[in-house]
């Protein structure tokens, strides 16, 4: 009897067991690109490992054109007799005309009901996502996917990155009060793919970009964590002068120029008056490089330097905080440091919008010199 009860266990187990997937079978995409054709009409690129011993590639990339993501998916499973898997999906690119002109939310929307695909996929915006997907200048990588993915992940690991991925992306869009950002792949000819901006967002529609070492007054006030990367600043070297700070050499040109390292920081939003914010930040340093060497004997001489480099990185905040201003977009949050004052706790989003356009923006940072030279 009870071999009949272990044989029926054994048979009922059996019948639940999912459908057999053979690794031969699967195309394993590790990147999907979109591209914006016309009104209603995209294209999407995917990137496919394969591990079929008749085939000699062990990547191919396919392309196909429809009006929603899950039409391109059944578009693509046409065009090969692999099974289109998402489980390593890893980087969503989005060329730059499609997040302008009609935003990336639908088809994130779809990528989230999707339980293969995890909330850590990273998301960039490209200027033409299929010829990034299809780029053969890097070979270290069997595929284009695993470079990309490889690029964002070491960058997301030196918090160097704002909004990487899918949920940093989607928890910034639906609150109230600050903007996300994605990094820009830029995809030029004869050379592998490289990030060479952050861009801009207001809702879901790219409204402009930065550089990715400008991304440092975001994270001043966003990220107390975060790797604000080596800052070096061309400064005329009129400017030492009148501050009494002699130059060893004479430089070549009329730039002075200095390169620091952040050490440690902090940044805070402080709304002063009800038309006036202050962006209060303090940044230790060290000193990487001078050039032309200049001589610093003592606390004086570092305090004329502090006072330089301060009012160098002020003057680039400022004219930031202008553009962010002047394209009503608000990476740093200063929408959700006003609504949690109670007085505007009830604006609405088209408010404090209007609200953050008509706004005082008064950047202050302070500097610190720890160490004079000293290189790690």
């Not at 062990?58 to 065009?79: C, D, F, H, P, Y």
């Not at 061309?234 to 002699?246: C, F, Q, S, Y």
């Not at 040109?253 to 914010?277: A, C, Q």
């Not at 502090?306 to 394209?327: A, M, P, R, T, W």
Request: net charge neutral; charged share 25%; aromatic share 8%.
């Amino acid at each position: 009897m009870k071999i009949w009860v272990i044989l029926l266990c054994f048979f009922l187990c059996t019948a639940c067991m999912p459908s057999e997937k053979i690794l031969e079978k699967q195309g394993i995409s590790t990147i999907i690109g979109f591209d914006f054709l016309d009104e209603d009409t995209y294209k999407g690129t995917i990137s496919l490992l394969q591990f079929d011993r008749k085939e000699e590639k062990t990547s191919v990339t396919i392309s196909a054109v429809g009006t929603t993501s899950k039409q391109i998916r059944q578009n693509l499973e046409q065009q090969t007799s692999h099974d289109l898997t998402s489980g390593q999906l890893r980087t969503i690119l989005f060329d730059k005309d499609m997040a302008e002109m009609i935003g990336i939310s639908s088809f994130l929307d779809t990528m989230q009901r999707d339980r293969s695909i995890g909330s850590l996929i990273f998301l960039a915006i490209t200027n033409n996502a299929e010829s990034t997907i299809n780029n053969k200048n890097y070979e270290e990588y069997p595929e284009m996917g695993s470079y990309i993915y490889q690029l964002l992940d070491k960058h997301e690991k030196k918090e160097m990155l704002i909004n990487s991925n899918l949920h940093e992306f989607i928890s910034t869009l639906y609150e109230i009060g600050i903007d996300p950002t994605l990094p820009i792949i830029s995809n030029e000819n004869g050379v592998a793919p490289y990030i060479n901006g952050v861009a801009l967002f207001k809702d879901d529609k790219m409204v402009g970009s930065i550089s990715l070492i400008e991304t440092l007054y975001i994270k001043l006030f966003t990220n107390h964590n975060a790797f604000l990367g080596n800052i070096t600043l061309k400064i005329p070297a009129e400017v030492l002068e009148k501050k009494g700070i002699t130059l060893v050499e004479k430089p070549k040109g009329d730039k002075f120029n200095i390169t620091i390292h952040p050490i440690k920081y902090r940044g805070k939003v402080e709304l002063s008056k009800e038309e006036s914010v202050n962006l209060n930040a303090t940044i230790s340093v060290s000193i990487l490089e001078l050039q032309p060497p200049v001589t610093i004997k003592n606390k004086e001489s570092i305090k004329k330097l502090e006072q330089i480099i301060e009012e160098e990185l002020n003057k680039e905040f400022g004219d930031i905080l202008e553009k962010f201003k002047k394209l009503n977009t608000d990476p740093i949050g200063i929408g959700r440091k006003i609504k949690s004052i109670r007085k505007y706790s009830s604006l609405n989003e088209e408010d404090l919008r209007e609200k953050y356009s008509t706004l005082k923006l008064k950047p202050n940072i302070k500097v610190e010199i720890k160490r004079t030279g000293a290189v790690d």
